[in-house]
């Protein structure tokens, strides 16, 4: 990295000043999110350089005490032990920033959110007893204020660094919060849905991939999350009327990563009842 | 220009490409990739598809290959526009604008993009884009802020038109008279002929360029046959057209249509997912954001193409100006067919259809501007400052 030679200037400065710690943090959730942090190979030393990686079980066994400047919060809360423990990390975090489907709209494991989840563990479990769960799975913005979203089942490499890079540099995030047409449209794809009748959630899906699926000629799955103003009802009445998918198909596609996000979640139930997307009259 | 039609055999694309390359243009035009139409650049010896052809509707749009062995299986432009817009090469969809470091000693050392280094040359260009070209050109180029990328890149292109003959289900460019012929703005114009007799494309010059250009593929005069077949071609598929919009009629009735009730029933259709201005030639809308590295000592600023269907667009201090889906879609509709009257003295619409086909929900703005008429000429019969879409009502 160039260094102004001025051992005055501001950066200078900033870098003799203590590195921000960085902590990360798992609750219910696969751990796929906080690998992509380790997955920024060329970056590593540049993030070591700006930040302490102070708590980071993945990566160090090595732990230090808080507050922590930035949290990062993977998983959802799902048991009555996270349940206090998110608490606790709010209390020792300046920033949190909640990363991937999990922490921002329950992940798959929402699922069981339209479930009983008694009975669920009655069928997986020899001993059902043991367990000590919620009856759902919630986002952690449901549980503590959060500063900043990262979408993605999981969150891309190129967004967690845009985010790091804002934090520490005090400025907003260069992302938005359109739909996934967006990105395919500025990549040059040819729209799979239109071309090919593939039914695709990108134009209810945020940006954030780089419209990945519709490049490899799949539609979208939606693991980014509903987009900013999303008409779900919409979309999935052109699914069943255009392109011949069945009522019970849209629910299965909108009960995936982001099952429990509350467009996706409702448009899902009103399709689950009525077998229309919009529910009984649409 | 005044040079006579030139006869030239079915590979006259090609043998543009191979011409245009060799003088160190940088050649862009259809191909069939994976089953779909794209605009890629080309080199001399690659050829442009031959023998497909396109079906679009609201909300779908096939390639197919024609079968059998009649002569339309070697119809070069037996397709008509893809989804991308031509825009894609003129007014890139992501562009890095400067880069700025930190200077040893304070200060930003700023170090601005490099224009293009080959001029464009742009092959297969329909009439409507053609049309839409001109209308960026005014947009981008008009006024007294002249857009820099647009400009470097738009500068001696090289424009190769193919009128239309057959226009497609999704197509009204004879409602704005921008297609299906071309009479200027083009270096070169091809019109395809084909039948059980003959196979070729009647060749005209629109500028001096063109004329050596036409000069050096050789070729004979087009005969009378050949010259009154194009004007007949062109004059009939005028009357083909898959849709028509009453140009006049909308763009009156969107001036004074902000209260209609269609924009809430087109909500209730509308995904809010911006492709229809995405693959619109005219629209040029784009956003501006600024990056930093992980050090903070090198910037970037960016620019993207956006979208009056984005939230952020009209993101004023305190939040989004429009919010509900049937504001945004009526921003689109009226930007289109109505204030662009206003702001630049044209349509902001050529008719190419691209937004009707494209749109994953199949609206239709020419169906969408029928209804805005009808429901203008309701509430003006009423008495006014009565009902739901008496003048001055606004949402
Ligand atoms: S492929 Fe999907 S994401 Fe891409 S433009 Fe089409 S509908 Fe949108
Ligand atoms: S508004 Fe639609 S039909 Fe008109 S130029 Fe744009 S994409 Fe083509
Ligand atoms: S219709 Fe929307 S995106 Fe297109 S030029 Fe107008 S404001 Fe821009
Ligand atoms: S009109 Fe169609 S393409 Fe345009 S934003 Fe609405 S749904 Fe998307």
Redesign the interface.
């Given at each position: 990295?160039?260094?102004?030679?001025?051992a005055s200037?501001p950066?200078a400065r900033?870098a003799q000043r203590r590195r921000p710690r960085l902590a990360v943090w798992k609750f219910s959730s696969c751990d796929g999110c906080q690998l992509t942090l380790l997955d920024c190979e060329d970056?590593l030393l540049?993030?070591a350089?700006?930040l302490e990686v102070a708590y980071f079980l993945e990566a160090s066994r090595a732990v230090v005490e808080g507050p922590y400047d930035l949290s990062l919060v993977e998983g959802s809360i799902t048991t009555p032990d996270e349940l206090e423990r998110i608490q606790e990390v709010r209390r020792q975090s300046r920033t949190v920033i909640a990363i991937g489907a999990c922490a921002t709209a329950g992940g798959i494991q929402s699922l069981r959110n339209v479930l009983d989840v008694d009975e669920l563990a009655r069928t997986v479990y020899a001993e059902p007893s043991y367990l000590d769960v919620l009856a759902t799975a919630t986002p952690i913005a449901e549980h503590v204020k959060v500063d900043f979203e990262l979408r993605g089942c999981p969150i891309t490499k190129e967004q967690l660094?845009?985010a790091?890079?804002?934090f520490?540099?005090g400025?907003r995030p260069?992302f938005?919060?359109?739909?996934v047409?967006?990105e395919c449209?500025?990549?040059?794809t040819?729209?799979v849905?239109?071309?090919?009748?593939v039914p695709?959630l990108?134009?209810?899906t945020q940006a954030g991939c780089g419209a990945l699926c519709p490049a490899y000629?799949r539609g979208c799955y939606g693991c980014f999350g509903p987009?900013?103003?999303?008409?779900v009802a919409?979309?999935m009445?052109?699914w069943q009327d255009?392109l011949g998918v069945e009522p019970a198909a849209t629910v299965r596609a909108l009960r995936t990563f982001n099952a429990a996000a509350p467009a996706f979640a409702d448009a899902a139930a009103a399709a689950d009842e009525s077998g229309r997307p919009g529910g009984e009259g649409a | 220009m005044n040079g006579s039609a030139i006869w030239l055999g079915p590979d006259a694309p090609e043998r543009v490409i191979a011409h245009l390359g060799g003088q160190g243009f940088r050649v862009v035009g259809p191909r069939v990739e994976d089953g779909v139409l794209v605009l890629e650049e080309l080199t001399a010896g690659d050829s442009l598809p031959t023998g497909w052809h396109d079906r679009a509707a609201p909300g779908s749009y096939r390639l197919e290959r024609r079968e059998g062995n009649g002569p339309r299986a070697r119809e070069r432009f037996g397709y008509r526009v893809g989804a991308q817009a031509w825009k894609r090469y003129l007014h890139p969809p992501e562009l890095r604008l400067f880069t700025a470091e930190r200077a040893a000693g304070g200060g930003l050392d700023l170090h601005p993009e490099k224009g293009p280094e080959a001029p464009l040359a742009l092959i297969g260009v329909r009439p409507c884009d053609l049309t839409a070209i001109a209308v960026q050109d005014r947009v981008l180029m008009g006024g007294r802020h002249v857009d820099e990328a647009y400009a470097a890149r738009r500068h001696g292109a090289f424009l190769v038109v193919v009128e239309c003959t057959t226009p497609g289900a999704t197509c009204f460019c004879a409602s704005f008279g921008s297609g299906p012929g071309a009479e200027g703005g083009f270096d070169l114009a091809l019109t395809e002929l084909i039948d059980d007799e003959r196979h070729g494309f009647v060749a005209r010059a629109g500028s001096a360029r063109g004329e050596a250009l036409l000069e050096a593929l050789g070729g004979r005069p087009a005969s009378a046959p050949e010259t009154d077949g194009r004007r007949r071609a062109v004059d009939e598929a005028a009357h083909a057209m898959g849709r028509r919009l009453d140009v006049d009629g909308a763009r009156s009735a969107l001036a004074e249509g902000a209260g209609l009730p269609l924009w809430n029933d087109v909500a209730e259709r509308c995904l809010n997912c911006a492709n229809c201005t995405l693959v619109c030639p005219t629209c040029f809308c784009v956003t501006i954001e600024d990056v930093t590295d992980l050090s903070g000592d090198v910037a970037e600023r960016r620019r993207r193409w956006d979208s009056c269907f984005s939230l952020d667009f009209s993101y004023l201090h305190g939040g989004s100006v429009r919010r509900s889906g049937a504001a945004r879609y009526r921003q689109w509709l009226t930007h289109k067919l109505s204030s662009w009257f206003e702001q630049f003295g044209e349509a902001g619409c050529v008719g190419c259809g691209r937004c009707i086909a494209w749109c994953p929900v199949g609206i239709d703005l020419t169906q969408e501007a029928a209804i805005a008429i009808e429901q203008r000429r309701q509430a003006d019969a009423m008495p006014r400052g009565r009902g739901p879409a008496g003048r001055g009502a606004r949402r």
């Open positions: 990295m160039k260094r102004p030679a001025d200037g950066v900033a970056e540049a993030l350089d700006r660094l845009e790091i890079g804002a520490l540099h400025r260069a938005g919060t359109v739909s047409c967006q449209k500025r990549r040059g040819v729209c849905m239109v071309s090919g009748g695709c990108g134009p209810v000629g987009a900013e103003s999303p008409n919409s979309l009445r052109w255009e | -």
